[in-house]
């Protein structure tokens, strides 16, 4: 079973950075991408940006320039480096891990508890 902490939340003036963690565990794991998705209060959950295991990445419009993902495969890690924040990224940050198990190739998709970001202004 594929277990996804995320790490590194917390408050943040606006224009500052934060950088958040996520590693994702489990026994004979391929996977394919991992992900930042972002839950505000009262609005529904969005993506933010996302890393496939090649490297390519894909980010909001409203973070591109601003955030940056990257991965380190070998660890099952991705992170999130936040910098100009902004009051409007407030919420709730998700991390998403997306692959199969080896050798079944059953696929799963998972999903951490979330961290707090509050950007103050």
């Known amino acids: 079973q594929v277990q996804v902490m995320e790490s590194g939340g917390g408050l943040v003036q606006a224009g500052g950075s934060l950088r958040l963690s996520c590693a994702a565990s489990?026994?004979?794991?391929?996977?394919?991408?991992m992900g930042w998705y972002r839950q505000a209060p009262g609005k529904q959950r969005e993506l933010v940006a996302v890393?496939?295991?090649?490297?390519?990445?894909n980010y909001a419009d409203s973070v591109k320039g601003r955030f940056t993902i990257s991965r380190d495969n070998a660890k099952n890690t991705v992170y999130l480096q936040m910098n100009s924040l902004k009051p409007e990224d407030t919420a709730v940050y998700y991390c998403?891990?997306?692959?199969?198990?080896?050798?079944?190739?059953?696929?799963?998709?998972?999903w951490g508890q979330g961290t707090l970001v509050t950007v103050s202004s």
């Open positions: 998403n891990a997306e692959g199969s198990y080896y050798p079944s190739f059953n696929s799963f998709n998972a």
């Open positions: 489990g026994s004979m794991l391929v996977i394919n991408a």
């Open positions: 890393i496939t295991s090649t490297g390519s990445t």
